[in-house]
């Protein structure tokens, strides 16, 4: 199964930009759909962006105009590109993908932390 390492995050203020990065252990052109999820303390894991192998894409409202999720199938990595960042941001980040056939998620990885904090 593929893994996924996810990077990139930090400590940024309201208003800063960060970029988050996923390298996957195998290739990742099989997957139609890859997934950039976060999870704040306390609160489900939530999708946040989301991408086709055909380029369309997926925003949650809350990130649209801010975020923008790309991927790259030859260096197997997704990125997620993080402007205007507020407090509400901080989380855990991870890219995943959902099997349908499988009917489950891929191996979780073990996320980068971003937080918004002035």
């Known amino acids: 199964q593929v893994q996924f390492v996810e990077s990139g995050g930090g400590l940024v203020q309201p208003g800063g930009s960060l970029r988050l990065s996923c390298a996957a252990s195998?290739?990742?052109?099989?997957?139609?759909?890859m997934d950039w999820y976060r999870q704040a303390p306390g609160k489900q894991r939530e999708l946040v962006a989301a991408?086709?192998?055909?380029?369309?894409?997926y925003y949650e409202d809350s990130v649209k105009g801010r975020f923008t999720i790309s991927r790259d199938n030859a260096k197997n990595t997704v990125a997620l590109q993080m402007n205007s960042l507020q407090p509400e941001d901080s989380a855990v980040y991870y890219c995943?993908?959902?099997?349908?056939?499988?009917?489950?998620?891929?191996?979780w990885g073990q996320g980068t932390q971003v937080t918004v904090s002035s």
């Open positions: 995943n993908y959902y099997s349908e056939s499988e009917g489950d998620f891929g191996s």
């Open positions: 195998g290739s990742i052109a099989s997957i139609y759909t």
């Open positions: 991408v086709t192998s055909d380029g369309s894409t």
